[in-house]
Structures are given as C-alpha cells and as structure tokens.
C-alpha cells in the first residue's frame, strides 16, 4: 500500500508533507561541503533566519525549513550556518530521540480496531472515491478498509519528491558535533493534530486532501522554495493556509495552536544563558500567529538575517 500511496503523491505533488514535523534522516543528509558557507551570495541577503532577542537581552535564534529540498536546493544561505556556529543548542520541532519508534506510533493511531473500518466513519460517496482512487494504483480495498481518514492523508504526505530538508542537514551536525538538541513538541503533541480530529474533520481533511491533489501544486511549492530562500515566511504561512481554505480550523490545527503551544519552550530557550537556533517549518513563522508575531508581541525585538 505504502508504496503506490507514494505514487500518487509523486504524481500529485502533494502540500501537506510540508506541514509534518520531518523525519531525521541525517545518513542521506548533504555534506558539510555541499551546504557551507562558500556559496557566493551577499552577506546582507535576507533569508529565513531571524534573531529574537527579549527586553532583558536573552537571545534566540529561529530558522525557518522546507522539510524536503532537491539537490539544487544546496548551498543553504549562509546565515544558516553563521546561525548553527553561533549556538550552544539546537531545538527541532520534534527531537530525533523521540521519533525511533514514531511510524509504529502513527500506524497503531492510524488503524481502527478490529471489527471497526473506514466504510463506518465516512460518506458512503466518500468511500466510494476513495476506493475507486486506490483499485486505479491497483492497492485492494481490504488494505485500506482500517485507514482512518486522517492517517490516509499521513500516508499521502509521508514521502514525496525531494531529499532531507535542512532538519536533517542541521540535525547531523549537531550529534557530529555534540550540541545539545531539545524538541518544541513531543511526537504524541504532534500525532494530536490529527487523532485530535472527530470523524466528520478527518473526512474534510481527506477530501481537502484529494482537492489539492486533483489541482495539483508544483508551481506553489517552487514559490515557496523561493520565499522560504528569500526569508518571506508570511508568504509560506499563507499558501498553506489558502490550501485549507475550506477547512480553516485544520490550518490552525497545523500551525496556529501549535506555534502558542510552543511560546512556552520558546521562552525557555532564551532564558537558559545559552543561543539556542530553532529550526521548524517556513510556514511556523509566518502569518499574525506565526513565530515571529507571538515573540513581538512579547517584547522581542526581531531582526532578520
């Protein structure tokens, strides 16, 4: 199942992977060669890199992400790594320790019980697409007939095109280089963004899904590959917000409780007497609840790299 379930996210170009906290992958992580700090680009070029510093004068240091980068992603902009070799720590959205045995968590959140099943939960007409969907990437209806709806969107957005995105690249460094690492969330606070759901929410989820699938979104992505470069977090936050449009409550779900979930670790971090450079999703800082605007609000003063 997994394998054609990824097929018609490579044909699709599905957006919700960018929205999922990334998978460490530091082994297929690009070299320190490959995204140093020779790129020639101009000091003063903005880019997703944001120093926050509190009316006391604690510092923090926030990067925004794309989870999955091509090869011609690479070099990074250099403020990542002037970011990275000015900190003491590091902090992921979700902590490499935590996440061994994540996929086991995820398929047992993601499955009914026995004797339970999908036809169950959702619109007959709903079933019926998803079934057709699936017997045309010839996966049987009995491997999908436990799904919850919601799971099959983590499905849909576990994979996709592009390699590890700049989590993995940083996250390699730091165990290399023996930084401290601490998460924002737990897997578990990231998995209730969606086994918070009730069964009508999954349903929309899965059909805003297949929406965004039928429309198809290479040109947004190539977009916000630009303004994730080009430090534009707003426009990140924004795109993947339009993609909720009809499900609004699911983009605050995403993005808004997390980010005031977070303010407290946050706060923490700066308050520690180390520099801390946070790496989570673009779309995190962006937007009048991202990051960037719950710290101002705050009495941080924000200055970009």
Known sequence: MTNAIRLLLLLTALGPAALLPAAPSPAGAPS????GGGAKRRA????SVWKATSPSGQVLLLGGSIHRLDSTDYPLPAAFNRAFELSQGLAFEVAPDSTKNAPERWNKAGLYPQGDSLRQHVDPRTY?????????LRVPEAQIARCRPWYLVYLLSSGGPGGPGVESYFMSRAQANKRRIESLETVDEAMRAFTGLSDRQSEALLLVTFIQAKAGNRGNMSAMKRAWRTGDPDFVARTLRDDYRDFPAMADRLLGARNRA????LEAFAASGKTYFVLAGAAHLGGSDGLLALLRARGYRIEQW
């Open 128 to 136: 019926q697409f998803v079934t057709q969907v699936f017997a045309r």
């Open 44 to 47: 003063s070029e903005a880019t």
């Open 262 to 265: 977070w303010m407290p670790r």
């Open 32 to 35: 320190s060669a490959q995204t």
